[in-house]
Nanobody, 124 residues
Framework: QVHLVESGGGLVQAGGSLRLSCAAS???????MGWFRQAPGKERDFVAA????????SYEDSVKGRFTISRDNAKNTVYLQMNSLKPEDTAVYYC??????????????????WGQGTQVTVSS
């Protein structure tokens, strides 16, 4: 079992940056970690994921080159650095943990634990 708490969301102008954090508490942090987002009226979609070691990462096409996922296992924290933000990045961003360690996966159903979400709003 792991408890995930996101922070760092807010309101930013287009072209700006934000860094989201996800702090995990529990017996272990040995999970693949992912970030998903959900805009109003839309599905919760994959954004980025990182393996337990940090050696493997994956990104949704629209964020490649703009977002960077990283983790600090000593702090049980995963980050999402978001640069060159666009209005279409506006969404609630969720942190998630995949306990199966079967590689970096994009499917929402692969993730076992979820945070409560943090709102990111990008104004034009």
């Amino acid at each position: 079992q792991v408890h995930l708490v996101e922070s760092g969301g807010g309101l930013v102008q287009a072209g700006g940056s934000l860094r989201l954090s996800c702090a995990a508490s529990g017996r272990t942090f040995r999970y693949t970690m992912g970030w998903f987002r959900q805009a109003p009226g839309k599905e919760r979609d994959f954004v980025a994921a990182i393996s337990w070691s940090g050696a493997s990462t994956s990104y949704e096409d629209s964020v490649k080159g703009r977002f960077t996922i990283s983790r600090d296992n000593a702090k049980n924290t995963v980050y999402l650095q978001m640069n060159s933000l666009k209005p279409e990045d506006t969404a609630v961003y969720y942190c998630a943990a995949d306990a199966n360690l079967l590689g970096v996966r994009h499917v929402r159903g692969a993730y076992d634990y979820w945070g409560q979400g943090t709102q990111v709003t990008v104004s034009s």
